[in-house]
């Protein structure tokens, strides 16, 4: 049987990928750019699996067909699906049950949080090779980590670097490489690296794939919200352990923030598995203004959607006011502007 493309405009046979997904218990997930089926001899579907950037997800064979090998035909027009888009280093999150399946199909173990996930990637020497890299930028003294969006820099998150610059011999500063929002990566990297240009002992490093946005975690086989959230947490937890572990780092420093659910979560579970590898979670306070506002990255972008960017000006760092102020900006404006919700929870 043959694997076709399903296209996001066929609502109708959408709906049924849909259905087949819902009969062995996974949600369509929200972030898909490609999916395929195996349709039977009346039209129906009996396998199916998606793609998001470099990841594979949302797979599942009807009941009456498994044994077929179809799981296997459909992983396979995947990776070549990707292939042919530039992917070439593929991960896959899967129930814990599953992960053989796709082992034995040359994918790896990266990381697993147990009896809810596991995290794969079909390169065999790929996480490895990434904390090789950070070994060569270890240095001497006491060192601490911060994993930042950075979307847009602010002064908030400029507060939280100096609060552990402060207070240790070295900072490395991850910046999350997704792009997952308007203010594209490069941008935000930029923005960070200028804002941080003062402080000698603060080294900046992308994450590239292995530190994940909560935009495109896949939460598909996960039922619901908060669990979604907590096992992404954890998942981030296991692999920062072993980023810190290669850098000798002690401590790990993340901001306050009441109202985000996202941001109170990560925390809980931070504080809950960091210590219990010898590595101190530092939550800091958010740095307020003097008329009492929270500095917010949040509040920031919120400002520049209405056109107030002005008003925002004080949450800023001068080198991300320039870059607002500038040209150059205009177009990252323009799809702030167009966002529906610029403010996430």
Request: with cysteine.
């Amino acid at each position: 049987m043959a694997v076709s493309q399903v296209y996001q405009s066929d609502t109708r046979t959408m709906a049924k990928v849909k259905a087949l997904l819902e009969r062995v218990d996974i949600t369509l997930d929200e972030h898909l750019d490609y999916t395929c089926a195996v349709f039977d001899e009346e039209g129906e579907p009996i396998a199916t699996g998606s793609a998001f950037g470099p990841t594979l997800r949302c797979f599942a064979v009807d009941p009456a067909h498994q044994g077929e090998g179809l799981l296997n035909e459909v992983i396979t027009h995947l990776m070549e699906d990707r292939l042919t888009k530039g992917y070439f280093h593929l991960f896959v999150y899967t129930k814990p049950g599953s992960a053989k399946f796709f082992k034995d199909l040359g994918f790896c173990e990266i990381a697993e949080v147990p009896g809810f996930l596991v995290f794969l990637e079909n390169r065999r020497n790929g996480f490895a090779g990434f904390l090789k890299q950070l070994a060569a930028k270890k240095q001497p003294g006491q060192a601490a980590a911060i994993v930042m969006n950075a979307n847009p820099f602010t002064l908030g998150h400029r507060y939280l670097i100096e609060t552990a610059a402060r207070e240790n011999d070295v900072v490395h500063l991850f910046m999350l490489s997704e792009n997952a929002g308007p203010i594209p990566a490069k941008v935000r990297h930029r923005l960070v690296r200028e804002g941080v240009a003062d402080l000698p002992n603060v080294i900046c490093h992308e994450t590239g794939e292995y530190l994940i946005s909560s935009a495109t975690f896949p939460g598909y086989f996960l039922k619901s919200e908060e669990k979604i959230l907590r096992t992404q947490a954890r998942l981030d937890t296991a692999l920062f352990v072993q980023i810190a572990k290669t850098l000798d780092v002690t401590a790990r420093y993340v901001g306050h923030e009441p109202h985000s659910l996202v941001t109170a979560l990560y925390n809980d579970v931070l504080s809950e598995a960091l210590p219990a590898q010898g590595i101190q979670c530092r939550i800091i306070p958010r740095k307020h203004l003097p008329d009492g506002r929270v500095i917010s990255a949040s509040a920031v972008r919120q400002a520049v959607h209405d056109g107030r960017l002005e008003e925002a000006a004080d949450m800023l760092p001068e080198t991300t006011l320039n870059f607002f102020r500038s040209p150059e900006a205009a177009p990252i404006i323009a799809a702030i502007r167009r966002e529906k919700d610029v403010v996430h929870y």
